[in-house]
């Protein structure tokens, strides 16, 4: 299983990126997606979880500019980032729970990272 996160690059401060993380491989269900990042010299924070039903948990620090979504048919979720801020630079990695065969239990997959950078 793999999990590849794109849509990362460098954007003004109030604009907009979007980010999306495709899983492949041996995949029979996902359950919970999510995106943290991680800035320069700070830990690694949850920025938005969601469950295959689409309940959702944002960091409060994003809540009303970003906005996940994912289409469970192409096993991929996305991050719209909009009104975005120098603050918002950091690396975004993707994290899945994935359930790789009928009957087996999931384990949780990390993408590796894509950096957005917001400066002017």
């Known amino acids: 299983v793999q999990l590849q996160a794109s849509g990362g690059g460098l954007v003004q401060p109030g604009g907009s990126l979007r980010l999306s993380c495709a899983a492949s491989?041996?995949?029979?269900?996902?359950?919970?997606m999510g995106w943290y990042r991680q800035a320069p010299g700070k830990q690694r924070e949850l920025v938005v979880s969601m469950t295959r039903g689409g309940s959702t948990v944002y960091a409060d620090s994003v809540k009303g500019r970003f906005t996940m979504s994912r289409d469970n048919a192409k096993n991929t979720a996305y991050l719209q980032m909009n009104s975005l801020r120098p603050e918002d630079t950091a690396v975004y990695c993707c994290?899945?729970?994935?359930?790789?065969?009928?009957?087996?239990?999931?384990?949780?997959?990390w993408g590796q990272g894509t950096l957005v950078t917001v400066s002017s």
């Open positions: 491989g041996n995949i029979f269900s996902i359950s919970t």
């Open positions: 994290n899945a729970d994935i359930v790789p065969y009928s009957g087996s239990y999931h384990s949780n997959y």
